[in-house]
Structure formats: structure tokens, C-alpha cells
């Protein structure tokens, strides 16, 4: 598998990592829901090369994960904000901060603390189920292939890949 092929790849792991799949991206991404949206901002915030930046952005914005707006006419000055596209990657995000607070914290604890607007308690992520609405956690999923898939998504399964029939 190719990093520049990932966008063909019969996975929609490596297929979403086609279009966030690197650092830079990920943590644009953080700043963007931090509200970050201009270019000069995420420049100084994260001490990145313009060149690294502007391709980042560039591919974001190609992808429809981010938007320009302008915000000044003349000079022509435009931000990145979030498309709906780049907005549901807000679970995706906090998944990886709930990662790392579980995961990666040292004696300070969390470095920042989530808010549910609506109740005003911290908050961490929860999957649940979009029919029954229950908590899903890894070992409550079992996987399929997709009905116009056939071998090529099958293969991903690696017990399957092989014959043999998952429980």
C-alpha cells in the first residue's frame, strides 16, 4: 500500500487517511476546532514552515474539510473554517484527546478540560449504537463487507482473508 494511493484503497481507514493522515494535519485540525482560523495564526501557534502549512491547508480545503472565507476585501484576506464535512471529524478529535488524557497524561493531568455546553459537566466521548443507542466499546462490533464490495474489502478481514469464519 502506497501513501499517495491510499485514496484507492478498498478501506475507509485509508482512504480518510488520504485526506487527515499526518501530523500537521491532525494538529490543524485541533487548532481549527479551537477555534484557529487564519493562516498567520496557525503559522505562529504550531511554528510550521509556510510551505508545510500552506500544502496542509491547500489539501484541506480541496477535500471540502475546510472552507476559505474571506474576512478583509482589500487586501483580499481569507480564513479557513470548518465545512460539514470538516465539523464531523469532531468525533474523531475528541477520541484522540480522550486517548491521550486517558493514555498520555503526566502528573499536571489533562492540559484541557472538555465543557458540555448544554448540562456544564466535563465530558469525555461515548460511541454509541445509532439504532439502540447503547454504549459500543471494540469488542461489542463485528465487521462485514459492504454488499458491492465482494473479495477486494473481504481480504481486509484477516480471518476471513484465510477461509475461516469469525464468532
Known amino acids: 500500500m502506497r501513501w499517495e494511493e491510499l485514496d484507492q484503497e478498498p478501506c475507509s481507514v485509508a482512504r480518510a487517511l488520504a485526506v487527515v493522515g499526518d501530523r500537521w494535519t491532525l494538529i490543524i485540525l485541533r487548532d481549527c476546532f479551537l477555534g484557529v482560523r487564519r493562516f498567520d495564526q496557525f503559522e505562529s501557534r504550531l511554528g510550521i514552515t509556510r510551505h508545510v502549512l500552506t500544502d496542509r491547508l491547500k489539501k484541506l480545503v480541496e477535500n471540502d474539510v475546510l472552507t476559505k472565507v474571506p474576512y478583509q476585501e482589500k487586501p483580499l484576506r481569507e480564513e479557513y473554517r470548518l465545512t460539514e464535512k470538516g465539523l464531523a471529524l469532531h468525533p474523531v478529535i475528541m477520541s484522540l484527546v480522550h486517548w491521550g488524557n486517558t493514555y498520555m497524561t503526566d502528573e499536571r493531568g489533562v492540559p ?56
Open 112 to 167: 484541557l478540560v472538555h465543557i458540555h455546553k448544554t448540562c456544564g459537566h466535563r465530558m469525555a466521548p461515548v460511541t454509541t449504537c445509532s439504532k439502540c443507542g447503547e454504549e459500543v466499546t471494540a469488542r461489542d462490533v463485528r465487521v462485514e463487507v459492504g454488499p458491492n464490495w465482494g473479495r477486494t474489502a473481504r481480504d481486509l478481514i484477516p480471518n476471513r482473508a484465510s477461509g475461516q469464519q469469525t464468532k
